[in-house]
């Protein structure tokens, strides 16, 4: 899985350098090579090289997209399950893809090849930005990269407290059977079925490669992560839900995640010619944690503006409007406002299943905006608005209330539906 790399005897000259190696900068490797970036210098500063199977992302896009011939299964259909019953999601024109990283990893490394870029590979330390070049040490001031932009995908705090702090966390089970026990034309988006947390939200979710193998997963939306009993705990509950035997099935692999859902504000461009992308960048929808199709966004955007010559800094990763409606949303789950199944129940009830879909990825018009917000509990929403609106009038006026802690966290191993 993982191939360390010598390091660069002395600084290299580059035009771009990615800093951190992980899902962000496979897919900006990708999309420079696909745009034929030949004559550009590439550095890559990461102290392992990626490889094979460590994390699954979950995305949904129209068919016929550049990665298609890199998904493990697609669905043109998906399950949204409570206690009250079974709903299915029709999604075309879109579609719900499974994307597993080893051929990410694999296209990543074959750009790299063509591209001609060199590895570094040691650990970046502090960037030093002079405004036309930027250096980046390692973690003990030596420099290793001198390159006129530099793409930071390292995990990195937010710029201060967000007033609601909380995180995605899930484990996942690869799990094997010897006989047909799934159903790969059936996706399980979201299972609400598992025991609620006393402050958060839960589900499980079904993601069937075939009728034998299967990625079954569980999730929380919470202030906190569990111990390993757990969510060990929780999954053999899940599978139980399922009627799956665990004593016929095979754990083949295990998945873990945590992921900042925080209205935080993260700096996406730090200095003149240094650009943060992935999490750090703001690719993370706070209200949900999808990450992947943002991360996506930007590697084009990046390779696009390369092309033409111009700064590699992609446009925000969500609306304005989104993030507030995301700070809101959070607010009404962290107070209790609202009762989180309920209200995901209601966004998929009251909404066309495309409309929710391209919310989520933070591709709807204002128009779509309103008829989303109009689905949510008016009563619970606006109160939460106006705690929102009182909130940001205090920091403002330097009188807010202590803001909730930040996690620091690294990039989670799955992404279970966008990320």
Same mark, same amino acid.
């Given at each position: 899985?993982?191939?360390?790399?010598?390091?660069?005897?002395?600084?290299?000259? %580059? $035009?771009?350098?990615?800093?951190?190696? /992980?899902?962000?900068?496979?897919?900006?490797? =990708?999309?420079?090579?696909?745009?034929?970036?030949t004559?550009?210098?590439?550095?890559?500063?990461?102290?392992?090289?990626?490889?094979?199977?460590?994390?699954?992302? &979950? !995305?949904? /896009?129209?068919?016929?997209?550049d990665l $298609?011939?890199?998904?493990?299964?697609s669905?043109?259909?998906?399950?949204?399950?409570?206690? &009250?019953?079974?709903?299915v999601?029709?999604?075309?024109?879109?579609?719900?893809?499974?994307?597993?990283?080893?051929?990410?990893?694999?296209? &990543?490394a074959a750009?790299e090849?063509?591209?001609?870029?060199?590895?570094?590979?040691?650990?970046?330390?502090?960037? =030093?930005? $002079?405004?036309?070049r930027?250096?980046?040490?390692?973690?003990?001031?030596?420099?290793?990269?001198?390159?006129?932009?530099?793409?930071?995908s390292?995990?990195?705090p937010p710029a201060?407290?967000?007033?609601?702090?909380?995180?995605?966390? !899930?484990?996942?089970w690869?799990?094997?059977?010897?006989?047909?026990?799934?159903?790969?034309?059936?996706?399980?988006l979201?299972?609400f079925?598992?025991?609620?947390?006393?402050?958060?939200v839960?589900?499980?979710?079904?993601?069937?490669?075939?009728?034998?193998?299967?990625?079954?997963?569980?999730?929380?939306?919470?202030?906190?992560?569990?111990?390993?009993?757990?969510?060990?705990?929780?999954?053999?509950?899940?599978?139980?839900?399922?009627?799956l035997?665990?004593?016929?099935?095979?754990?083949?692999?295990v998945?873990?995640?945590?992921?900042?859902?925080?209205? =935080?504000?993260?700096?996406?461009?730090?200095?003149?010619?240094?650009?943060?992308?992935?999490?750090?960048?703001?690719?993370?929808?706070?209200?949900t944690?999808?990450?992947?199709?943002a991360?996506?966004?930007?590697?084009?955007?990046?390779?696009?503006?390369?092309a033409?010559?111009r700064?590699?800094?992609p446009?925000?990763?969500?609306?304005?409007?989104?993030?507030?409606?995301?700070?809101?949303?959070?607010? =009404?789950?962290?107070?209790?406002?609202?009762?989180?199944?309920a209200? !995901?129940?209601?966004l998929?009830?009251?909404?066309?299943p495309?409309?929710?879909?391209?919310?989520l990825?933070?591709?709807t018009?204002?128009?779509?905006?309103?008829?989303?917000?109009?689905?949510s509990?008016?009563?619970p929403?606006?109160?939460?608005?106006?705690?929102d609106?009182?909130?940001?009038?205090?920091?403002?006026?330097?009188?807010?209330? &202590?803001?909730?802690?930040?996690r620091?966290?690294?990039?989670?191993? %799955?992404?279970?539906?966008?990320?």
């Amino acid at each position: 899985m993982w191939q360390r790399e010598r390091v660069h005897p002395t600084p290299v000259e %580059a $035009d771009v350098a990615l800093v951190g190696g /992980g899902g962000a900068a496979s897919l900006v490797l =990708a999309a420079l090579g696909r745009h034929d970036l030949t004559g550009l210098r590439v550095a890559v500063v990461d102290p392992v090289r990626r490889r094979g199977q460590d994390r699954t992302w &979950a !995305f949904w /896009g129209a068919p016929g997209g550049d990665l $298609d011939p890199l998904l493990s299964a697609s669905w043109s259909r998906v399950d949204v399950v409570t206690r &009250a019953g079974r709903r299915v999601l029709p999604l075309t024109p879109l579609r719900y893809a499974m994307l597993r990283s080893g051929p990410v990893y694999d296209r &990543a490394a074959a750009a790299e090849r063509r591209l001609s870029a060199v590895r570094i590979g040691a650990p970046a330390g502090a960037l =030093a930005d $002079d405004g036309h070049r930027v250096t980046v040490h390692d973690p003990e001031g030596r420099p290793l990269v001198r390159a006129g932009w530099v793409l930071d995908s390292r995990p990195r705090p937010p710029a201060r407290p967000g007033r609601t702090s909380w995180v995605q966390h !899930f484990r996942g089970w690869w799990l094997a059977a010897d006989r047909p026990v799934f159903d790969p034309e059936r996706a399980v988006l979201m299972d609400f079925r598992t025991p609620q947390p006393a402050r958060g939200v839960s589900f499980g979710y079904v993601l069937p490669v075939d009728d034998r193998y299967a990625l079954v997963e569980y999730t929380e939306f919470a202030p906190d992560v569990l111990t390993d009993a757990g969510y060990d705990a929780a999954l053999r509950g899940y599978a139980g839900l399922l009627g799956l035997d665990l004593t016929g099935l095979r754990v083949r692999e295990v998945e873990n995640g945590v992921i900042p859902m925080t209205d =935080a504000p993260f700096v996406t461009h730090p200095s003149p010619r240094v650009v943060r992308l992935g999490t750090a960048g703001g690719a993370t929808r706070p209200s949900t944690g999808f990450t992947f199709s943002a991360m996506l966004r930007q590697a084009e955007q990046v390779a696009r503006a390369l092309a033409a010559g111009r700064p590699p800094v992609p446009a925000p990763a969500y609306p304005g409007r989104h993030r507030w409606m995301d700070a809101v949303a959070l607010r =009404a789950l962290d107070r209790g406002h609202v009762d989180g199944v309920a209200f !995901f129940e209601r966004l998929f009830d009251r909404n066309p299943p495309e409309r929710v879909l391209r919310f989520l990825d933070g591709a709807t018009s204002p128009a779509e905006d309103l008829a989303v917000m109009r689905s949510s509990p008016l009563l619970p929403m606006t109160g939460a608005v106006l705690g929102d609106a009182v909130d940001r009038l205090r920091a403002r006026l330097g009188r807010g209330p &202590a803001s909730a802690p930040v996690r620091e966290d690294g990039p989670r191993t %799955a992404d279970q539906a966008g990320s």
